[in-house]
């Protein structure tokens, strides 16, 4: 088996509008299809990132993350970023507080936490 690429990332989110401002609004995803399922009760918003997809389930009943990151499953997202110390500046600039830049112990890259609103840890990784 020869796998290509990773298609797309799926998260559940407690409060889809403030997730969609958070991601679409502030991190600049571009919005591939929203659509509102009714059969579900839920929202679900397929937004690119790159070649990959993010997919974002808006289902404000599901359990909270046990603790973070520490859980089994996901553990957090990151993204590839040219510029880290620009990055960082323009999520802080947009009231994402960013963790301190710190190499990365195996590759010596440049790398950042931050949390979307529900307490997912995303990477800012250089």
């Known amino acids: 088996m ?24 502030k991190l600049g995803f571009q919005v591939i299809r929203e ?31 046990p603790n973070r990151p520490e859980a089994l499953g996901l553990r957090h997202l990151a993204f590839k970023v040219e510029d880290i110390e620009a990055a960082a500046a323009e999520l802080e600039s947009l009231g994402i507080a960013c963790e301190d830049i710190r190499p990365d112990l195996y590759t010596g890259k440049k ?4 949390f979307d609103p529900d307490g997912l840890p995303l990477e800012l990784h250089q």
């Open 2 to 25: 020869k796998l290509d690429a990773v298609h797309h990332v799926a998260i559940i989110v407690s409060d889809y509008k403030r997730s969609r401002e958070f991601y679409v609004d």
């Open 111 to 114: 790398m950042t936490f931050f």
């Open 35 to 65: 659509n509102y399922r009714e059969d579900r009760g839920d929202w679900k918003l397929d937004l690119a990132c790159g070649d990959m997809e993010l997919e974002i389930f808006g289902q404000p009943w599901a359990p909270e993350r």
